[in-house]
Every structure is written in C-alpha cells, then in structure tokens.
C-alpha cells in the first residue's frame, strides 16, 4: 500500500526527525506513527524484494518455514501492519529498533530462512511482542497481541516458543548493540534520502537500567544460592 499522500507532497527534514528523536514520550497522541516505522518497513520490503529476485529454493528446515502462515498471507502492507501493531499495543520506538534486531539474528541463526509475504507479518508481530516484553516494564498479553496480529492465543503462544528456541533464546540487547543498529538504519536510509532513525535518550536510559537489573537480579540468585 503506498504512503499517504501528505508523506509524498512534504519531505520529512533531519531537522523534524531530530525533534521526533528528542520529544517522544508515552503521554503523546498516538496518532503519530514514529518515523522508526517507516524504515523498519522500507528495509525489510528491500529484503523481501531481494530474496524474491534470487528466488533460491527453500530447505524444509523448521527455521524456514516457522512463521509461514497456512492459509492465504494477510492483504495488509508491512508499513500498515506495523502502524497496526503500534497503534493497539503503544510499543516505544526503540522496541521496533529491538525487533529489527531480533529478525536481523534470526535470519543468521537460520540461513535458510527467507523473509516473504507468507511469513512476514507473523515474523513482525512475533518479534514486536518479544520486543517489548524485554524493553518495555508494562505488556499486554499474548492473547491480546494475537488479536492485534490476526491470529490464535494458541498460534501467538507457538510462534513465540518456536521463535525463542530457534534464537537459543538469545534475546538480550546491550546499549551499543542497539547503538550500532540504529546507526546502521540511519546508514541504509540515508542512502535513499537522507533520513535519521529517532531514538530517544530515554531509550538508551532504560536498556542500561535494565541490564543493571539483571546484573542485580544476577548477583541476588548467586547469594541465595551460597
């Protein structure tokens, strides 16, 4: 689905996209979708044009076909999908720069998976929600997010299992881990017009807190367990 028609005419200037970066915050109206959105979603339509291109014949590998849904894949572009996603669940925008982590690990985790329209929106609901869970204190249920997703509580639960065992639950993201992402999204954008992924101070505040928390959590387990 193409980009409305008021992205098209105004050119989003570095200038409004490091206002975005700085001003976020939960309390805003939702009606804004963070312009981290539309990148996530230009690169990973990129990946998919890729991979279709090449059209390489797919091994019957468990990580190739986790997230195939069965019947027809969702009439819903990836940017609409994901506009879905943070309108209902109200993640930060450093959960979705958490999230293109996670796809990028699990495409190398499992070589023979190919993003692709049958398996694209149960990846990104898949990730979002795992996401969130890390960075995020507050979450809905997986029930919910499958509702938002279109799929099962049952489905949600599966792919959520399926995606951590096939990661070797290798979920955790250090500040500059999650630095060198949003610099590589800041790369690859800039080369189709010059755009700047936001990311707030406060994003990078919270991945530190939470690794002292699990250091803490860490070191409390140790002494019980003297």
Known sequence: MAANS?????PISPRKLRSDLYSYSHSEDYSKIPLVISVVASLIER????????????????????????DEAPDMSIQCYLERIFRYTKAAPCVYVVAYVYIDRFCQQNPSFRITLRN???LLITTVMVASKYVEDMNYRNSYYARV????????????????????????????????????????????????????????????????????YINQIARIML
């Open 120 to 122: 694209v929106h149960r």
């Open 6 to 10: 008021n992205n098209m005419i105004i």
């Open 47 to 70: 990946n998919m044009a890729r991979n279709h291109r090449i059209a390489r014949n797919y091994t019957s590998s468990k990580g190739a076909v986790v997230f195939d849904c069965r």
């Open 149 to 216: 997703g279109g799929l099962t509580t049952k489905e949600m639960n599966q792919l959520e299992m399926d995606f951590l065992f096939l990661m070797r639950f290798k979920c955790h993201v250090n500040l500059s881990v999650f630095e060198s992402y949003c610099c590589h999204l800041e790369r690859e954008v800039s080369i189709g017009g010059g755009y700047h992924i936001e990311r707030t101070l406060r994003c990078a505040e919270e991945l530190k807190s939470k690794q002292n928390q699990q250091t803490t």
